[in-house]
DNA sequence: AGCTAAACGTAGGCTCCCTACGCTTATGCC
DNA sequence: GGCATAAGCGTAGGGAGCCTACGTTTAGCT
């Protein structure tokens, strides 16, 4: 059955105003002070949404789903990489929240947000072994493990530099395969 | 002035269950307990240690201290990088609380702990400058940045093989120049 | 033994998280 | 339109953790 109409406008208050307040305060915020300044208790606040990530989650949607599409079409797997990493730390510079959903470190179930871009990641590797673009050296996970650091950079103004450098590293890394053979292990 | 008697040992004791609790229930334990733990009352552990993340520093202050140290007398600097990332990583594993320390996002006043770990790196990478084994592309914080991974990697059996796949990839990226060059802005 | 400053513990305020419980109100039916 | 009902709501409060003010204890010196 179809939520009430009072219900369905309190959810998407919250949505608003978490969205909102995550881009402007950070992940930490108060869930009382997105509940107060969506208008409505902390008790609907976790009747829509148990957790914090649960809210992350939603409030970021858009983005998630963005970085669950791969754009294999243009060029090699490499430059579909590319692309996706662009988005993907544009979003780590301006929804910094979204660092929590995929980073968490969930004993059994990980958040659906990190499968999605797991998921992307997966098929650009796969990808990249099919027209040898990539190297196979490194799954998905990996990657990702890579990509935290985007997490820890303090913003600033250098943080666009720090990140590019960062993103670029990786792809770099990716792409060469025969640099990473023959090494003593650590 | 020297510390009284008491004051001494129950800074002691502090040092010594914080060091166990660090490293058996994580960064997050409630320092009540480490108080407890202890023998004495939460107000004496503040009066020692202002904040969390003193504790931290000083209940690790040697394995701090042991990755200020650098040994670049044998092979290249990309070999120092090595061993010295084998010793982070071994660091990582079985002290999770160093994490904080090292990425903690302060606005001002960055821990030295993370300075130390800065200033290592750094003697690495001029070194590896110098004898031309390592790329100049990525500075210190950049390859710090890079490690962040290894706080965020679920710990279980998994984790050493992740952790070391991490670590290599690092090495190798930084051992070669040339396949960063030319390559378009992310 | 007695003095004093150093060190201590208790007790409590603050913030945030989360839930139990009783009230309000939207919605479907007559 | 009015009313019954369950969906939805807010208040109020308990619990955990952080941190501090303040009065008490005690080590160390003479």
Redesign the interface.
């Known amino acids: 059955m179809p939520l009430r109409a009072d219900a369905r406008a309190n959810r998407a208050a919250l949505l608003t105003s978490a969205a909102r307040l995550f881009t402007d305060q950070g992940p930490d915020v108060a869930l009382d002070a997105i509940a107060r300044d969506a208008g409505v208790s902390i008790a609907t606040l976790y009747r829509h949404f148990p957790s914090r990530e649960a809210l992350i989650a939603e409030a970021y949607g858009a983005e998630i789903a963005a970085l669950g599409e791969v754009d294999l079409a243009e060029g090699t797997a490499a430059d579909a990489l590319?692309r996706w990493?662009?988005r993907f730390?544009e979003y780590a510079r301006t929804k910094r929240a979204l660092g929590d959903l995929v980073?968490a470190?969930?004993?059994g179930s990980s958040p659906p947000a990190r499968e999605v871009i797991v998921d992307a990641l997966e098929r650009i590797l796969a990808a990249g072994a099919r027209d040898g673009s990539l190297t196979t050296?490194?799954d998905a996970?990996?990657v990702?493990?890579?990509?935290?650091?985007?997490?820890?950079?303090?913003d600033g103004p250098e943080w666009p530099a720090?990140a590019?450098?960062?993103?670029?590293?990786v792809?770099?890394?990716l792409?060469?395969s025969d640099?990473?053979t023959g090494?003593?292990?650590?």
Chains 1, 2 share one sequence.
Request: hydrophobic share 45%; net charge positive.
């Open positions: 590319t990493l662009a730390v980073h470190l969930p004993e050296d490194q996970q990996d990702l493990a890579l990509l935290a650091g985007l997490w820890t950079l303090p720090r590019g450098r960062l993103a670029r590293f792809v770099a890394g792409k060469s640099s990473l090494q003593p292990p650590l």
